[in-house]
Each structure stands twice: as C-alpha cells, then as structure tokens.
C-alpha cells in the first residue's frame, strides 16, 4: 500500500528528489530501493511510521546517490529508432538495416525480417509492437515447458507491457511475462521465468525462495547481473 500517491516517471530534473513510501504488511524492517524508472522506493513495515521512513531515507541519502549515479550511467535505449539505430535484440546489440531489394518496407534485426509500413520517421513503435506480437508467441511456451520440467504448477501465462519489471506471479497460479524478454538473452529470459515460478511455491524472497531459484537455475547471479548492466537498453 502506497503511504502517498506514485509520482509519473520523472525526468532528470525530477531524480534527486522522488521518494516512494510503500508500506508493507510482510516487511519486518525499513527498506530503500531505488526503482528502474528513478525512483526510490522506502518500504515502511506494517507497524512503521512515515516519520521513521522519511529518517530512514535520510540516513541512506549517501547510499541513494551512489545508487543514483551508477544508473545514470547505464547504456539506455535510443529515443528514436531508425535504419542504422543500433538496438538490443536477443540478448546482442544488433543495427537496424533496410531489407535487401525485393522485401520492400522491411527492416532486419540479424537474421530476423520485420515488415513495416514506412521506413520514415521512428520505428520504435512499430517495431516493439512486432516484439511483442514475437513474445506473445513465444514466451508461454517456453513457461509451460519449464514449468513442467521444475514441477512448478502453472496455471496461466499471461504476457503484458510492463514498464517497471520483468514479470510477476499471482497466488491463483499465473505468471505475467513482459514482452520485453524476447529482447534478452535465452538465458536470461529463462531465469525470469524460472523466478516466477518459483514464487508459485514461495510467494516471498525468503532463503527457501531463493534455494528453490538456485535449483531450478543455478546460473540467476549472472541473469540478475546482465539485467541490471542492460535493463536500460529495453526502458526498464
């Protein structure tokens, strides 16, 4: 539960000073993250003060802009995309190129064919529109897969536009996928997968939560490390 309302994302002027206060019925103490879009993020246990948040956050102040710097150091995405853009697809950093004569209003991202209306203008949107279609595709599949090969029990796979994490896991057994996975690479979209499926069984990030993920996918440290260094280049 929000303790004051979510700002938009805020634009750079705007990073220094967004704080998020969550309050948390299963936190057992105060907590600062800092969230992809910018903001922090304190998290207020269920018998927490918003004046103790607020000191909280004001003892970390040195923590938060080291924390600050380092993500505006991350590569990010390109604002507009165009033929000669260099984009993240499939985990590798890969030129948007018009498609050989013959393939009118095409562009290629490696050995992938993409049709277009227009090569005019910015292609972001049509683009990530075919991303997603190719995640809708793909990406359930390959739960149900490793669902069945971990024993985790599944329920639904939904696939979504979410703008501030790779996915989720609700308590009735669906998994939410975003789209932006297909971006990524095999192994990184499996450890998400992976991650959310084993909140199936621990609906927490407790040592058994954790122990279960190092089971199912003994390479996560890396799969979190790739996510954290690259996250910027897909918006997140």
């Not at 697809?89 to 009118?104: H, K, N, Q, S």
């Not at 669906?174 to 199936?200: F, G, K, M």
């Not at 069984?201 to 190092?214: I, P």
Request: with cysteine; net charge positive; aromatic share 6%.
């Amino acid at each position: 539960m929000n303790l004051e309302p979510s700002p938009p994302p805020p634009g750079p002027a705007a990073l220094a000073t967004t704080v998020v206060y969550e309050r948390s019925a299963r936190a057992r103490r105060y907590r600062l993250t800092l969230r992809r879009d910018g903001a922090a993020v304190a998290i207020v246990p269920a018998h927490g003060s918003l004046h103790e948040a607020e000191r909280f956050v004001a003892a970390h102040a040195d923590w938060l802009a080291r924390a600050r710097a380092r993500q505006l150091r991350r590569p990010r995405a390109a604002a507009v995309w165009t033929p000669g853009t260099t984009v993240l697809w499939r985990g590798e950093l890969t030129e948007i190129r018009v498609a050989a004569e013959g393939e009118a209003r095409a562009v290629c991202l490696a050995a992938d064919v993409f049709p277009l209306r227009s090569l005019d203008g910015d292609l972001r949107g049509a683009l990530e529109a075919h991303f997603a279609r190719r995640a809708k595709r793909e990406l359930p599949g390959r739960a149900w897969e490793l669902a069945a090969a971990t024993g985790a029990d599944l329920k639904q796979v939904t696939v979504r536009n979410q703008r501030s994490r790779w996915g989720s896991c609700s308590a009735r057994g669906t998994v939410s996928l975003n789209w932006r996975l297909v971006q990524t690479p095999d192994e990184v979209r499996d450890y998400i997968i992976h991650h959310e499926l084993a909140h199936l069984r621990e609906m927490n990030h407790s040592d058994r939560f954790w122990a279960r993920v190092a089971e199912t996918c003994p390479g996560w440290r890396e799969a979190e490390r790739w996510l954290k260094r690259h996250g910027g280049l897909v918006g997140l």
